[in-house]
């Protein structure tokens, strides 16, 4: 099972960005994909979350209304669409599967090895 993260950059605030995670077809045995994101000193966040087999999206409140998380099953990968960042937005963001939903990062056993995005004001 691998999870590839790409599409990290620094960019100015106000800008968009769009990351993308690439899933071996093992991964398919874990409905949910998610995204987290650690800044430094921060503890792992939940960004968003999507599920394989339904429409059902979920996302942190800190990002609702400014993030988009999408799949495409015939290209086993999952997209974070950023509009709007901020320089709070700047951390490591990491995709990872579980079997269900959960915020909670200990709920999901595969990880991708992270991107990095840079905001900056």
């Known amino acids: 099972v691998q999870l590839v993260e790409s599409g990290g950059a620094s960019v100015q605030a106000g800008r968009p960005l769009r990351l993308s995670c690439a899933a071996s077809?093992?991964?398919?045995?874990?409905?949910?994909m998610g995204w987290f994101r650690q800044a430094p000193g921060k503890e792992r966040e939940f960004v968003a979350a999507?599920?394989?087999?339904?429409?059902?999206?979920y996302y942190a409140d800190s990002v609702k209304g400014r993030f988009t998380i999408s799949r495409d099953n015939a290209k086993s990968t999952v997209y974070l669409q950023m509009n709007s960042l901020k320089p709070e937005d700047t951390a490591v963001y990491y995709c990872?599967?579980?079997?269900?939903?959960?915020?909670?990062?200990?709920?999901?056993?595969?990880w991708g090895k992270g991107t990095l995005v840079t905001v900056s004001s």
């Open positions: 990872a599967a579980s079997g269900a939903y959960d915020i909670h990062y200990a709920a999901y056993d595969y």
């Open positions: 077809a093992l991964t398919f045995s874990r409905d949910v």
């Open positions: 999507i599920s394989w087999s339904n429409d059902n999206t």
